[in-house]
């Protein structure tokens, strides 16, 4: 379970949540391992050219950076799942929409079904999404969260918009989205359109599962162990050669997860720390209520 909890600081216009306060949280039923992690705690995965392109499927592909200087907790590993929205199939799964229950993200990962597998956000104590969340025009969580400022639309019911996109939202309704897009989700903005950091220097920092978007309108999932503040996340996101313009928080300490079960390249990373609930020990995946896969067309 994940709740933030701040006092939002207004400049220029844009939110500034200056650090997270999290609930206490346990999960819901022991938590089963996944990957056998490395010494350092960074993942299982093919053995593959720091910041080289690899396909995953057609439209989608998988590349791993390094930070510098290396972060001060966590593996110093940056994954990064490319995705053209017009040839994939975007999926959203929810324990209540669905009723699959809770499982963790390489569980939910299925070739044929969804071979790419992260957060879709996060979640309150009874598994409902914490922004604003509807899926096939079915409403799974109808609050709108006035601090949220980042919305992720897939699935458009029209030709002229793109397959998927990240929205910069500062409304207090989305009946509009729900109409027009088979996927509307919520969550806490990291960088605004076209790539400011939006965050404060604080102290707390935690392993971060993110969704982006590209120069070329392209969906970047973003997982790393590391544990950063989300301020200096963001300027070392927006340092590599990602061309990053937007980005929302998914999920953060050792609920951040992804996925990967193609039959020819598998990767299953967690997340460790967080400021005052965990530390880098934490190295198996947590069961998810709710998770966003990316599918074949």
Excluded at 41 to 52: F, Q, Y
Excluded at 90 to 108: C, N, P, S
Excluded at 230 to 256: I, K, V
Aim: charged residues 20%; contains cysteine.
């Amino acid at each position: 379970m994940r709740v933030l909890l701040w006092a939002v600081v207004l400049g220029c216009g844009s939110a500034k949540p200056p650090a997270e306060a999290a609930e206490p949280k346990t999960p819901a039923a022991a938590v089963p391992a996944v990957a056998v992690p490395s010494a350092d705690g960074c993942p299982d995965a093919p053995k593959t050219t720091l910041g080289t392109w690899t396909s995953l499927g057609s439209g989608v592909e998988h590349a791993w950076f390094a930070f510098d200087p290396p972060p001060p907790v966590g593996c110093n590993r940056l994954d990064v799942v490319r995705i053209d929205p017009a040839k994939v199939q975007f999926v959203a799964y929810t324990e209540h929409l669905h009723g699959k229950g809770q499982k963790t993200a390489k569980e939910w990962c299925d070739p044929n079904l969804g071979y790419v597998v992260t957060n879709l956000g996060m979640y309150h104590p009874d598994g409902r999404h914490v922004g604003y969340l509807a899926v096939d025009g079915q409403v799974d969580q109808a609050t709108v969260v006035g601090d949220y400022r980042s919305v992720f639309l897939a699935g458009p019911k029209s030709d002229e918009q793109p397959g998927a996109t990240i929205a910069d939202f500062g409304g207090d309704s989305l009946e509009g989205p729900t109409k027009d897009w088979n996927i509307v989700s919520q969550n806490l903005r990291l960088i605004a359109d076209p790539g400011k950091n939006v965050w404060s220097k604080q102290e707390r920092r935690w392993s971060e599962a993110a969704l982006g978007r590209d120069g070329s309108g392209r969906i970047l999932i973003l997982h790393t162990r590391a544990a950063f503040t989300m301020a200096e996340l963001n300027d070392r996101l927006l340092a590599m050669s990602l061309d990053l313009r937007q980005a929302m928080h998914l999920e953060g300490g050792p609920e951040a997860s992804l996925s990967i079960c193609t039959p020819s390249f598998q990767l299953h990373a967690s997340g460790g720390f967080e400021s005052g609930f965990s530390t880098d020990e934490e190295r198996v995946q947590w069961p998810l209520p709710n998770v966003l896969a990316i599918a074949a067309k």
